[in-house]
């Protein structure tokens, strides 16, 4: 599952290590230097302390403590040159540099086994999230798709945006989309809710049968999975379910309370507005649900996706506008619009996302593309 990535500008970490330990080399033979010129009138060796402080900042726990035994015998090499290793200031100073580099070290030994606790949580995350998602495969009748899944927490790599393509009875895809209220590892199991719901019921019933099906779900369920104690604010799910028929143009929409699709179609951009929407699973709902339909003719492209991607502020607070960027990229393929959306979002916001982000492309093929 593809999490939040950055696009340029990452030191290989090998490279990094190396050269803080060059860096920090360097600096003890400055003061050493610097140091036994000046003589006994001015005292430089606690300075030393500085590179065991920048190696636990950039490097491991073990190069650390390689770097802070160096600090500790430059400094014994110092008061020895300067004829004074057993004068009480040089045996202070000795003493001061050896606490502080021990304590340096033991902070980060702490921090490794903290990273490592955090890469597995990560690991965990990331297999938590296949098995959640299953993300959809990049051919699903006469569909191609690329899909996008981007977390605002850089702890987690998954978060409450869900998405799913499944095949239906009578030859057709069916398309979920939907966004949690909430981020993080709290939304996962709402999130759960719908997606189980969607793969049972996206076989059985016809679209407006299945959208019953997720709100009876959600109003069953979701009391039980949300986290009410932390978060006492209301709950509930925004989706977006379709049909796409394999034999026939016209795809049925139904909009429960989620931003519209983009169609692009012959290089123009219109957002599907649908004429009545639902309010969001988990939101009561007496009347019926509205089917909206439109033409989805080979060589279009539908773009899906959360309110995550439009709502991306830049620094200067303007919202990410998606259906026009969409209209000035080149739409040859999914992964290659989706491509641009990625690089063009990230370009937005300067890599910081306020709020977990999904997109889907699909595209129709064409019958000698099948």
Not at 70 to 92: P, S
């Amino acid at each position: 599952m593809e999490g939040r990535r950055a696009w340029a500008g990452r030191v290989k970490r090998p490279l990094l290590t190396y050269a803080t330990v060059a860096v920090a080399l360097a600096f003890m033979l400055a003061i050493t230097v610097t140091d036994l010129v000046l003589g006994t009138t001015v005292h430089l060796g606690p300075f030393l302390v500085i590179a065991p402080a920048l190696a636990a900042s950039l490097t491991t726990t073990r190069l650390t403590a390689v770097v802070a035994a160096l600090a500790v015998a430059d400094q014994v090499l110092i008061a020895t040159l300067h004829g004074g290793l057993g004068t009480t200031n040089h045996i202070a100073q000795i003493t001061a540099l050896t606490v502080l580099s021990l304590l340096i070290v033991s902070l980060r030994l702490v921090r490794e086994r903290r990273e490592r606790a955090l890469g597995r949580a990560r690991s965990v995350a990331a297999t938590a999230q296949q098995a959640l998602l299953r993300p959809p495969p990049q051919r699903i009748g006469p569909l191609r798709v690329a899909w996008l899944y981007l977390t605002a927490e850089d702890e987690s790599q998954i978060g409450g945006d869900l998405f799913a393509i499944t095949r239906a009875a009578g030859s057709a895809s069916r398309v979920l989309i939907g966004d949690v209220r909430g981020k993080g590892l709290n939304a996962i199991a709402e999130a759960s809710v719908v997606l189980g719901a969607f793969r049972e019921g996206a076989r059985r019933y016809a679209l407006p049968a299945l959208t019953a099906a997720l709100q009876d779900s959600v109003d069953r369920d979701l009391e039980e999975v949300a986290d009410t104690e932390d978060d006492l604010g209301e709950h509930f799910i925004t989706a977006l379910v379709l049909d796409i028929a394999d034999d026939h143009t016209e795809v049925e929409m139904i909009s429960c309370g989620h931003p519209a699709p983009l169609l692009v179609h012959d290089r123009g951009v219109t957002t599907l507005q649908p004429d009545a929407p639902a309010p969001p699973l988990g939101v009561p709902n007496p009347a019926p649900v509205t089917v909206d339909r439109f033409a989805f003719t080979p060589g279009d492209m539908l773009v899906l996706y959360t309110d995550g991607v439009i709502e991306a502020r830049s620094p200067g607070g303007d919202f990410y506008p998606l259906a026009d960027r969409v209209a000035t990229f080149p739409a040859t393929d999914p992964d290659t619009l989706l491509d641009h959306i990625h690089r063009d979002l990230i370009a937005h916001t300067k890599d910081h996302l306020a709020d977990d982000a999904a997109l889907l492309v699909l595209e129709r093929t064409h019958p000698a593309q099948r």
